[in-house]
């Protein structure tokens, strides 16, 4: 059984990070690419050196945890879990979903790594890793799970394979 599947995010981010910095070129497109300028290829090497800084505190902290750079992300379902997805992909089609079995699960508040992205302090690793709420009444769940995942609904998978999953246009 697969332990996981890369993140776009996360393993995206630490793979370009590599590849500018051995001096490849990172654009946008297939066909007529569009080059990213030096301030995106900057935003990328930063990106790259915060997953890989969750990805040791992780390896310190919780060994026997989900990576970020190998899990599916997951949020509840409500309207603030909802809401949190959008507010970092944007318009999308949302899925329900189970898991039929997981082998590592993770429960983090997204709101320490925004923290650390400002400001690189260690508490704000360990925060996350020890599953910290930043505050009770606000707490942005996400859930790290190394396993598997079911669409709750087939018409959800109709509606993905005839669409796609967006962003969409606000």
């Not at 379902?77 to 898991?99: E, N, P, Y």
């Not at 505050?135 to 190394?146: C, F, I, Q």
């Not at 995942?149 to 959800?156: E, G, L, N, R, T």
Request: proline share 6%; with cysteine.
């Amino acid at each position: 059984m697969p332990q996981g599947v890369p993140t776009p995010r996360a393993t995206w981010y630490v793979w370009a990070a590599a590849w500018v910095r051995q001096g490849g070129h990172v654009g946008i497109d297939a066909e007529n690419t569009r080059w990213l300028p030096q301030d995106k290829l900057e935003r990328i090497l930063r990106l790259g050196d915060i997953e890989l800084a969750f990805e040791e505190a992780r390896r310190r902290q919780l060994p026997e945890g989900p990576s970020r750079l190998a899990s599916l992300y997951l949020a509840d379902d409500s309207d603030q879990g909802r809401a949190h997805v959008r507010r970092m992909l944007g318009t999308v089609f949302i899925l329900k979903v189970t898991i039929p079995w997981a082998l590592r699960v993770a429960r983090v508040d997204t709101k320490w790594f925004d923290l650390y992205c400002q400001e690189s302090k260690t508490e704000y690793l360990q925060n996350y890793w020890a599953s910290v709420a930043f505050d009770a009444t606000s707490a942005r769940w996400e859930y790290l799970v190394d396993g598997m995942i079911q669409v709750s609904d087939p018409a959800d998978i109709e509606y993905i394979r005839k669409f796609g999953a967006g962003p969409f246009p606000a």
